[in-house]
């Protein structure tokens, strides 16, 4: 029994509204947008000061800081602050892990969490067309922002990953799963990681 499943998703791939779906079909709790609200709390700054630091690195804390112990932020006070927000979202991941029966969405999860035995590691993704399809439809976008939108959040979501962990993002053989959920559709994939969450 999988009792922690990470996904990692591109942008417009269906990867949010499948981990949410996942959440409410096994009564786990799902983490994704309320972890970088905790953090802010916790650093004691206004969210809207926050929220374009998120998935975004200044590159200087690498593997080293990625592996601090939970709770480690203490001696690391001089930081740049999309550091110490990592580190902040890297310790809530680790205690939502610790209570376990939690779904987390993003910020690098699968990396923090990958040597614990009952975590589950999903990777989604779509073509192209699919995914401008989607920003369309979900965002009321136009074609070019929608080109856009997926340039740049990809690319986002590539640096942060890479910046703080040794490895390439969407990289299958960091994965358990790796689903392609513009042909299999969100309700198939929710299916598939329920019977995979049973081991």
Not at 22 to 34: C, F, H, I
Not at 64 to 85: I, M, R, W, Y
Not at 173 to 180: I, V
């Amino acid at each position: 029994m999988y009792h922690i499943i990470t996904i990692e998703r591109r942008y417009a791939s269906g990867g949010h509204e499948i981990g949410k779906k996942l959440a409410e079909a096994l009564g786990y709790k799902l983490y994704d947008r309320n972890i970088l609200l905790e953090a802010a709390k916790r650093l004691d700054i206004p969210f809207f000061k926050i929220e374009a630091l998120e998935e975004s690195s200044s590159g200087n804390i690498l593997l080293n800081l990625s592996k601090t112990p939970l709770g480690g932020l203490s001696g690391n006070k001089d930081l740049p602050l999309a550091d110490k927000l990592f580190l902040e979202e890297k310790r809530i991941i680790e205690e939502a892990a610790e209570t376990g029966n939690c779904i987390i969405v993003g910020r690098a999860s699968g990396y923090i969490l990958g040597e614990k035995e009952d975590c589950l590691r999903v990777f989604i993704y779509a073509d192209h067309e699919k995914r401008i399809q989607r920003a369309i439809e979900r965002e009321g976008i136009q074609k070019e922002e929608a080109e856009n939108a997926l340039k740049k959040n990809d690319k986002r979501r590539r640096n942060f990953h890479n910046a703080f962990t040794n490895q390439e993002w969407g990289d299958p053989k960091y994965y358990e799963m790796y689903l392609n959920a513009g042909k299999l559709g969100i309700d198939l994939c929710v299916r598939l990681l329920m019977e995979a969450a049973k081991g």
